[in-house]
């Protein structure tokens, strides 16, 4: 998988992504196309974060 600028190209709506922030952190943000922006939920409260670049999340393990 490749990065992909987020001022390109947006996720889908709802999607959750490994994303990189203006700041260099990496975080699995959630993709909320009314707000135009990744954002996260830390102790009750939305955190909006300035995006660079993203990738989808890779499918979970088998658990079988």
């Known amino acids: 998988m490749n ?27 959630y993709y909320d196309k009314d707000w135009s922006t990744c954002l996260c939920l830390y102790d009750g409260a939305i955190k909006v974060f300035n995006i660079t670049h993203w990738m989808p999340l890779p499918k979970p393990p088998s658990t079988t």
């Open 3 to 29: 990065w992909i600028n987020f001022d390109e190209v947006k996720p889908e709506d709802g999607q959750y992504v490994l994303s990189v922030t203006s700041e260099g952190v990496m975080e699995v943000l």
